[in-house]
């Protein structure tokens, strides 16, 4: 019997289905139910039934009388649609329909200014709202562009030459014809950054530059002349013939000789002579800071404050660098662990770091577990002692099997990191102590110690610590006392000039009877 209502239903409807089927992504569709239902493309159409407002789609009413309806769709900028359907008392209908765009084309053609120069070649391109179209014959500076109806404004760039505005109204099915006169510019230089406003030149490769970006609106050419804050020149370069908005120009912080600058404050002017001929100058400046102690080098994320793989470390990246790391470790007792992390510097010596980790089981349920971390740079030495210390605190969650690796655990940890800086080595000491728990009223001690080298394109190390614990759910035995040692070697390139940084990681652990080693790979960037 519901069949039979299914038919019927059908056949009374086809008459309307047919009529107002016209576009052939309509779809009418008949369901269990009861009322009316209608969804179109775009959403938000206005729905009037039988000349009453009902509200916008998509739009359900299920206590619509039975029989036959006037269905009109309203939305700006879109045809509007009109159709008959059938309501029945034992079925819903589904109605599904496209919208049309109303739509016309404009004829947009560039011109030259009556009197521009010829010698300036004119390509122009055009960009309209979200929309950018390139022209697509530039010899003939003209295209065509299929809009919605209504007003569109219109922006012409080309370098060399003014930027051009119109307004332009679209009609249904329609033309417009927009001619836009370009005029030349003259030479200007606007928007002059730096990548680093403060940079050390000892660091490696992209590390020990800083960029300089700036815009500029003709053809010309220029020059990058640094002074120091005796107001002596101290390197000029003379920069390319200018063919696009965006220039770019790098230092290094040396003079014409190679030989690193002393820290201090140093004026950069960006110099430029209009077009070809030179009669029109302009300039720009900025200040860039060199600082020996802005360190950027890569350390280990391992560990819940950043450093050696064991031995946290005191040294802080600049205000605005960051490191991100990837990498996985391959242990002799279980499947392996992948981490993903990062550290960044929000203001001057100071630090956070966070790290995501999975410790992935074979036959079992993998663990997950997040660290956070903050540490603070004190001081960089006393006098001529040059002993580096910091202060941090980390606290780690870990689902069951989820602890970090080679980190303490999970729990909160405190930290203060020394360094004794020796160039190119570093020999760090770091005691900490950790609570795994709130019902662990002492916490573990642990100490950390390593030597870093830095290279000019690589840091090698080795680090080892000492965890010195009473926590029986950590250890899962009934002594008062546990200890846990655990040491390893490490190597990070990063090679110049790309950012990219790259680790090797091996190392041992001894607990109680067990004696376990590791391996690790990495992958990651530095700015």
């Known amino acids: 019997m519901g069949k039979l209502r299914v038919v019927f239903a059908l056949f009374v409807l086809l008459p309307s289905i047919l009529w107002a089927g016209d576009i052939v992504t309509d779809r009418f569709e008949v369901v269990t139910g009861r009322g009316l239902e209608i969804n179109t493309n775009p959403h938000g159409v206005r729905v009037f039934i039988n000349g009453i407002d009902r509200g916008l789609t998509p739009f359900t009413l299920e206590n619509l009388p039975a029989g036959e309806h006037q269905i009109r769709l309203s939305r700006e900028g879109f045809r509007e649609r009109s159709f008959n359907v059938t309501v029945s008392d034992t079925s819903r209908l589904l109605i599904f329909i496209e919208m049309e765009e109303i739509r016309g084309t404009a004829l947009i053609s560039v011109y030259r200014q009556p009197g521009s120069p010829e010698d300036i070649a004119l390509n122009p391109g055009i960009f309209i709202g979200a929309l950018n179209e390139t022209i697509t014959a530039p010899q003939e500076n003209r295209v065509l562009i299929n809009l919605s109806a209504g007003f569109h404004t219109i922006r012409v760039r080309a370098f060399g030459w003014e930027d051009a505005l119109a307004t332009v109204l679209i009609h249904d099915n329609q033309t ?109 400046n900025i200040v860039t800071e060199i600082n020996y102690s802005a360190n950027i080098f890569p350390l280990s994320l391992e560990n819940s404050i950043a450093g050696l793989t064991f031995a946290p470390m005191p040294h802080v990246l600049p205000a605005g660098s960051y490191q991100f790391e990837t990498g996985i470790l391959f242990d002799s007792f279980s499947a392996p662990p992948f981490r993903i992390g990062m550290r960044i510097s929000p203001f001057d010596q100071f630090e956070i770091m966070t790290v995501f980790n999975v410790n992935l089981e074979l036959y079992d349920q993998s663990g997950w577990g997040v660290t956070g971390s903050a540490k603070y740079k004190i001081s ?97 035995d009934d002594s008062n006392f546990n200890s846990k040692l655990l040491a390893g070697a490490e190597i990070y390139l990063f090679p110049p000039p790309s950012y990219l940084v790259f680790s090797l990681a091996g190392g041992m652990w001894m607990q109680d009877s067990r004696i376990g080693s590791y391996v690790g790979l990495g992958i990651g960037m530095i700015f």
């Not at 870990?398 to 360094?419: C, K, M, N, Q, T």
């Open 176 to 284: 417009t014809v927009l001619d836009i006169y370009m005029s030349t510019a003259p030479l200007r230089i606007s928007n002059l950054t730096q990548s680093r406003r403060r940079f050390n030149p000892k660091n490696s490769g992209n590390l020990g530059i800083t960029e300089y970006r700036f815009e500029v609106s003709a053809h010309g050419a220029g020059t990058i002349t640094i002074k120091n804050s005796g107001g002596y020149v101290i390197h000029t370069e003379q920069l390319m013939q200018f063919d696009t908005w965006v220039q770019r120009v790098t230092w290094n912080g040396r003079d014409h000789d190679g030989n690193p600058q002393p820290q201090g404050f140093y004026t950069v002017s960006i110099d430029a002579q209009q077009g070809f001929d030179g009669t029109q100058e302009t300039s720009i």
């Open 380 to 476: 960089d030495g006393f006098g001529s002692v040059p002993i580096a210390f910091a202060a941090g605190i980390s606290y780690t969650w870990a689902s069951e099997r989820g602890d970090p690796f080679l980190s303490p655990g999970h729990g909160i940890g405190f930290y203060v990191p020394l360094a004794l800086e020796l160039q190119p080595f570093i020999i760090v000491l770091c005691p900490a102590a950790f609570w795994y728990g709130p019902n662990e009223y002492f916490p573990d001690f642990l100490i950390g110690a390593g030597v870093l080298y830095r290279g000019s394109w690589f840091n090698a190390g080795f680090s080892a610590r000492y965890d010195i614990g009473s926590n029986k759910e950590k250890n899962n």
